[in-house]
């Protein structure tokens, strides 16, 4: 943003103020948005947690001894604080549903390229594995992210509109499956407030008039360590001057190491075997209209309970509490994070959210808000 630091909240790297905005900036200021500033990320927004050396943790307006997710954690407390109506995030693994669901908001994965700025430097990586960061709406309500996606898409009205005739649309064959791409690597257990959001967002779209039915998915083996090889892959390219490693946040020095000592031949097969399986995810959610799967597996841990771990530890933890979301980026499609229950806070007084998630065919992200209103209009 112009005259405005850009950070990538990270201590090892410059912070120079910005001479023009992103493109996806501008197109937002063109739109009529005003900013309040920036919110906090991790560290080169690899974490589902945001905290850094920078600044203070952004902490979860529900509770605020836990995360607010990440990598758009800080936006998601700005609106879940009720600072802002609507914020931009970007998702890359997960980053705007991770914190939406942490907060008890709705956000919206666009599919790649819907959002046009989103393909400034095209649909792969530098090694040739699926572009996975996306740009997408995060809000209180189905009609607010649909008027901030619209802008963010330049399609003034159009989800919006549609939102605001979600009672019309019925009859859609929606797949439901808790299974993740995660199984083989470690258990992915489901806490019963999870389980519970997860069934009772099925509940709400069958009395919508939705057809609800099991979807036997089986996911690719080779996802966990695939996905991980690809998700730090640029990391061998991050150019610090000398001494300046040292001021990484030991996660991501460490995986930056491993990335470094990978041949360039490994990183490329890696890429190859993602596009293989971005094919398969794509095939399997294709037979249905959208797919429920839970979204996060239990509730939001404690601000430094990730970093206190060992970098392998923590990611981990990391897959294991957002075991539904990275698969989405791989595949490219749509999806959308939604609220459904309100559970007693066990740490205290208040009460937290849990939700769930719709993955969309492409091209259906106002389908997706329109689902997301029928959901959220039943706990009203």
């Known amino acids: 943003m112009t005259g405005v630091p850009t950070t990538l909240g990270s201590a090892a790297l410059p912070h120079p103020v910005a001479e023009r905005d992103h493109p996806g900036v501008a197109v937002l200021r063109a739109a009529g948005a005003i900013s309040l500033g920036k919110t906090q990320v991790p560290e080169l927004g690899l974490n589902a947690y945001s905290e850094n050396l920078i600044a203070p943790p952004a902490r979860n307006p529900l509770d605020p001894e836990r995360t607010a997710g990440g990598s758009s954690g800080g936006s998601a407390a700005a609106v879940a604080a009720g600072l802002l109506p609507v ?11 991770i914190p939406s669901l942490a907060c008890g908001l709705i956000g919206l994965k666009p599919g790649l390229g819907t959002v046009p700025t989103d ?8 090694f040739g594995a699926p572009r996975l960061p996306v740009s997408g709406p995060i809000a209180r309500t189905a009609e607010d992210a649909a008027l901030l996606f619209d802008a963010m898409a330049g399609t003034p009205g159009s989800a919006l509109g549609a939102v605001r005739d979600a009672d019309a649309l019925q009859g859609l064959r ?18 019963p407030e999870a389980r519970l959001a997860w ?18 998915l089986r996911y690719d083996p080779r996802y966990p360590e695939t996905f991980g090889s690809c998700w730090m892959a640029g990391l061998s390219l991050l150019e610090l001057a000398e001494g300046d490693e040292d001021r990484l946040i030991p996660y991501t020095r460490v995986f930056r190491e491993r990335a470094l000592a990978r041949p360039r031949a490994a990183h490329l097969e890696a890429a190859a075997t993602l596009q293989e399986i971005a094919a398969d995810l794509r095939r399997q959610w294709g037979a249905y209209d959208a797919v429920l799967t839970p979204g996060l597996t239990m509730l939001p841990p404690r601000v430094g309970a990730f970093l206190e771990l060992a970098p392998d530890d923590d990611y981990r933890l990391q897959c294991e509490w957002a075991a539904y979301t990275s698969m989405v980026n791989v595949s490219g499609l749509p999806a959308i994070a939604v609220p459904i229950i309100a559970v007693p806070n066990p740490a205290g007084s208040g009460s937290l959210s849990m939700g769930a998630q719709l993955i969309g065919r492409p091209g259906s992200e ?8 029928q959901l959220t209009r039943a706990t009203r």
């Not at 914020?87 to 997960?94: E, F, L, Q, R, T």
């Not at 929606?174 to 806490?191: D, K, N, R, T």
């Not at 069934?199 to 609800?212: C, M, N």
């Open 87 to 97: 914020a931009p995030g970007s998702d890359g693994g997960g980053s705007i549903r």
């Open 119 to 126: 393909l400034e430097h095209g649909p792969v990586d530098d």
């Open 174 to 191: 929606i797949g439901i499956s808790s299974a993740s791409p995660f199984e083989v690597a470690h258990p992915v257990p489901l806490s």
């Open 199 to 216: 069934e009772t967002a099925a509940e709400r779209l069958a009395a919508a008039g939705h057809r609800v039915e099991e979807a036997r």
């Open 366 to 373: 106002a389908q997706l808000l329109q689902l997301a209103a």
